[in-house]
Nanobody, 126 residues
Framework: EVQLVESGGGLVQPGGSLRLSCAVS????????IGWFRQAPGKEREGVSC????????YYADSVKGRFTISSDNAKNTLYLQMNTLRPEDTAVYYC???????????????????WGQGTQVTVSS
């Protein structure tokens, strides 16, 4: 059974930082493309960042470029998202997702991801 379990969410002030983690099990971690999505209340789920496992390239939404960094530890089967300079508009539930196939031109589309975590809440507020 494939499981993705996120952790690290919480309440942080604007300008602060958080690091999210996603523990992956039951899946060939180094053969997957894996990434982060988020969903704010009343909005559609959107792609935040992704790692292509075939070549290690990383992808970011324009709204988080320069502030968020995605990384992975294959030995621990864990994906991370370091989030710096957080803004109130970053408030959302953040999800980890894994794909068995990868399309670089559409990495941000939820339809290509086969497995999802349960999500972790990130709230940026003073």
């Amino acid at each position: 059974e494939v499981q993705l379990v996120e952790s690290g969410g919480g309440l942080v002030q604007p300008g602060g930082s958080l690091r999210l983690s996603c523990a992956v099990s039951g899946f060939t971690f180094d053969a997957a493309s894996i990434g982060w999505f988020r969903q704010a209340p009343g909005k559609e789920r959107e792609g935040v960042s992704c790692i292509s496992r075939s070549d290690g390239r990383t992808y970011y939404a324009d709204s988080v470029k320069g502030r968020f960094t995605i990384s992975s530890d294959n030995a621990k089967n864990t994906l991370y998202l370091q989030m710096n300079t957080l803004r109130p508009e970053d408030t959302a539930v953040y999800y980890c997702a894994a794909a068995t196939t990868f399309y670089s031109w559409a990495w941000y589309r939820t339809r290509w991801y086969d497995y999802w975590g349960q999500g972790t809440q990130v709230t940026v507020s003073s």
